[in-house]
């Protein structure tokens, strides 16, 4: 069990930044990967940006050049660095870790509550 707390979100200008950050906790030996998502009301939730436990990265179209994720494995901490925040980036952010894949070539996901990032235009 995984358990996954997102703090960092809040109320932004257009064109400001965040750091969302996510708190792991629980047994993360089979974690393959961490990723931020984010969902809007009616919507499916969507990939923000995903980091393997090698540090591979892979942003969304949306995402790049504009946020970063890392991690900090000595601390168990995920981050997603925002910048240049735009109106359409308003969602909530949820926190995620996916198990490495099975014999079956199954994987589980742990999400956490989320946070809302709100970007006045």
């Known amino acids: 069990q995984v358990h996954l707390v997102e703090t960092g979100g809040g109320l932004v200008q257009n064109g400001g930044s965040l750091r969302l950050s996510c708190a792991a906790s629980g047994s993360m030996s089979n974690i393959g990967s961490f990723a931020w998502y984010r969902q809007t009301a009616g919507n499916q939730r969507e990939l923000v940006a995903q980091i393997s436990t090698r540090e591979n990265t892979n942003d969304a179209d949306s995402a790049k050049g504009r946020f970063i994720i890392s991690k900090d494995d000595a601390k168990n901490m995920v981050y997603l660095q925002m910048s240049g925040l735009k109106p359409e980036d308003t969602a909530v952010y949820y926190c995620?870790?996916?198990?490495?894949?099975?014999?079956?070539?199954?994987?589980?996901?742990?999400w956490g509550e989320g946070t809302q990032v709100t970007v006045s235009s």
């Open positions: 995620n870790a996916r198990t490495t894949p099975d014999s079956w070539f199954r994987s589980f996901d742990y």
